[in-house]
C-alpha cells in the first residue's frame, strides 16, 4: 500500500518538475533580455558591469528607432480598432445569422490564420507592387488587419456564444431600441472577448514581421529595424529596443486585462 | 441556451449577414485577389523580367529539379515534427499541472504559458541569443564552473532553432490539451481506479485517449504553423538551417523571382492543404467531429 502510495507521489512529483522547468524556459529568455536591456556597458556580456538607462536613453534619441517605433505605434493604433469593429461585426452575423452556411462562412473567414505568412506576404506584394503602395502604412495596416482579423472573430465569438441572448430580448421587452439593447447589454457582457481581441490585433500588428518585410523598402516597423540591424551586430541598442517592445506589449496587456476585469466585477478570476 | 423558448421567427433571417460585408470585401482585397495573382504568377514564365509565357510549369519543375527547394521542404517538415514533438512532450504535462491546480494558480501557469505569445518573435529571438549564444548566460555559466573552455553549440543549429520554436508554441499545445483534459468527468478515471487499474494504466488506458482531440489539435496547428517558419530560422539557425520560407523570401527579395517563389508558395499551401486533410483523418478515429 505505502509503496504504491510512494511510487504514485514519485509520478506526480515526475510531472510536476517537467512542468517547473518547462515554465522556468518560457519565462527565461525574456527576463535575461531585460536585466541586459538596462546594462550601461558599451557592449553586451552577462551579466552586466554597470546597469543604467544608456541605451535606452539612446534608442529614444536616434532618429532610425524612432521613426521605426513611431510607425508601428500608428499602424497599430488604426489596426487594432478597425479589427476590432470588424470583429464584431463578423461575429455577431456568424451568431444571428441563419444556421446553415455558418460553418463554411466561418471557415472562410478564419482562412487567413492557417494560411503561412510568408505565403500571404509574397501573394500581398505583387498586389502592392502593382499598385505602388509600397512601404505604406494603408499597405501595412490591410495586412496587418487580415492576419489579426481571424483571432478577433475566434475570441469575440466565443464570448457571445456564452451570452444569454435572452437578456438583450428582456432588454427591448423593457422598451430599448435593439441597437440600445445590445449596446447596454450585449457589449458589457462580452467584454473578457472584446479585451482579448484588442490584446491580439495590436501585438499581431506590432511584432508583424514577413508580411511587412515584403511589403516595406525603406519605411519600416521596429521588428525590421530591429532585424535589420541584428545583420551588422548584436549591440546593447537592440536590447533595449527589445526590452521596450517588451514592457509595452505586457504592460498594455496587464492594463486590458486589469481593466476587463474589474469592469466585469472580477468574474475572469473566477 | 440560446436557441430556447424565446427564440424569435426572424432568427432565420439572413439579414445579419450584411454585417460580413465589410469583413468580406477586405478580404477579396487582401486575401481572394492576391491569392489568385499568387496562382497565376506560379504558372508564368519570365526571362529577364520579360513575360515569355503565360502558361508554363517550369516553375513547378524548377521545384523538384534543382534539389534545393525539395531538401528545404524536408528540413521544413523535420524540423516541424520535431517541435511539435518537443511540445507535446513538455505541454502535456503541464496542461495535467494545469488541471490539478487551483484557480489563481492555473491562471498564473496560463499566464506563464501564453507570456512569449504576447512576445514578438524577434524580441524573443534576441532573447534566445542571450541565453543561447556564445556569450549567453549559459555559456557563461559552463565556463564559470570550469567544466569546458570550449563553448557548447547551442544554436546556429537546428536545436537554436527548435528551443527558440518550441517556446512559443507550447502555448498551441497546452491550451487544447488542457481544454480536452478538463472535460474529461474524474469520475471515469476513478472508477478506473478503483477497479484496480494503477495511475499509469489509468493514464495510458482512459486519461490520454480522452484527451485525444486536444492531442491531434495541438500537434497540428504546431506542425502547420511550423511550415511557415521564416524569421527563427534565419536568427537561430544562421545560415545552418534552410527552410522552404527562406528560400522563398530569398527568391522574392534578392532574385526578384516572383514565377518560382509563386510556384514554392503553392507547393507550400498544397504540403498545408496535407498536413490538415492528415490530421483529419487521424482526428475522426478519435471521433473528433470537424
Known sequence: MTGAQNR?????WVTGSVAVVTLAFLLLPQIILLVESFTADSYLAFPPTRYGLRWYAFIL??????????????????????????GLMAAYALDRGPPRGRRTIFTLLIAPMILPHVVLGLAQFQVVFWSHMQDTVTAYVLAHVTIALPYAIITIGASLQVFDRRLEEAAQSLGAAPWRAAFHVMLPVIRPGLVAATIFSFITSFDEFIITYFLSTRRVTVPIQIFNSLSFQLDPSIAAISGLTLMLTIGLTGFLMAGGQIASGGRILR | MKDGTLESPEIDSKRPWLLL??????????????????????????????????????????FFADGVALRAVLHTLYLSFAIATCCLLFGYPVAMTMRRSGGRMRLLLLFFVVSPLLTSVIVRNVAWILVLGREGLINVAWRGLGLTTEPLRLMYNDLGVVIGVVHVYLAFVVLPVFASLMAIDPAVEESAASLGATRVRVFWHVTLPLSMPGVIAGFTLVFVLCVGLYLTP?????????????????LVRTQFDMGRASAFAVMVLLIVAGLLWLSRQFGQRYGVGT
Do not use: C, H
Open chain 1, 8 to 12: 504514485e507521489d514519485a509520478r506526480g
Open chain 1, 61 to 86: 534619441s536616434d532618429d532610425d528607432w524612432l521613426d521605426a517605433l513611431r510607425r508601428s505605434l500608428l499602424v497599430a493604433a488604426i489596426v487594432t480598432p478597425v479589427t476590432l469593429l470588424l
Open chain 2, 21 to 62: 460585408v465589410p469583413s468580406a470585401s477586405l478580404y477579396v482585397f487582401t486575401f481572394a485577389v492576391p491569392l489568385i495573382v499568387l496562382v497565376a504568377a506560379s504558372f508564368e514564365k519570365t526571362t529577364g523580367g520579360v513575360t515569355v509565357s503565360s502558361f508554363s510549369t517550369d516553375n513547378y519543375q524548377s
Open chain 2, 234 to 250: 534565419v536568427v537561430m539557425g544562421g545560415n545552418f538551417v534552410v527552410t522552404i520560407s527562406m528560400i522563398i523570401g530569398d
